[in-house]
Nanobody, 114 residues
Framework: VQLVESGGGLVQPGGSLRLSCVAF????????MGWYRQGPGKQRELVATMPRGGSTNYAEAVKGRFTISRDNAKNTVYLQMNSLKPDDTAVYYC?????????WGQGTQVTVSS
């Protein structure tokens, strides 16, 4: 499975971005999907997950601001990020199949700065 993320960039505090993750080589409907991030000098951490059944789970730091969703017809997972803060600055990674044995994308940089 190949995962390709897009949608990162530079945004001011309070702004929004939508990340996309397209899967090639398999269909996302059979996987638990998730977004993770790694900030400067930090370990990779969970942001949001969406199991095959569709329920969602969020890190406390992003609850109420971020939303994970999936479009199985497009084989794509999204992460809508609102009210962004400088602490959200990180490389964001898409994951299929969970950790540690799942598949990872190459990451997309999100920088929140004025």
């Amino acid at each position: 499975v190949q995962l390709v993320e897009s949608g990162g960039g530079l945004v001011q505090p309070g702004g929004s971005l939508r990340l996309s993750c397209v899967a090639f080589g398999s269909i996302i409907s059979i996987y638990n999907m998730g977004w993770y991030r790694q900030g400067p000098g930090k370990q990779r951490e969970l942001v949001a997950t969406m199991p095959r059944g569709g329920s969602t789970n969020y890190a406390e730091a992003v609850k109420g601001r971020f939303t994970i969703s999936r479009d199985n017809a497009k084989n794509t997972v999204y992460l809508q990020m609102n009210s962004l803060k400088p602490d959200d600055t990180a490389v964001y990674y898409c994951n299929a199949g969970g950790v540690p044995n799942g598949y990872w994308g190459q990451g997309t940089q999100v920088t929140v700065s004025s």
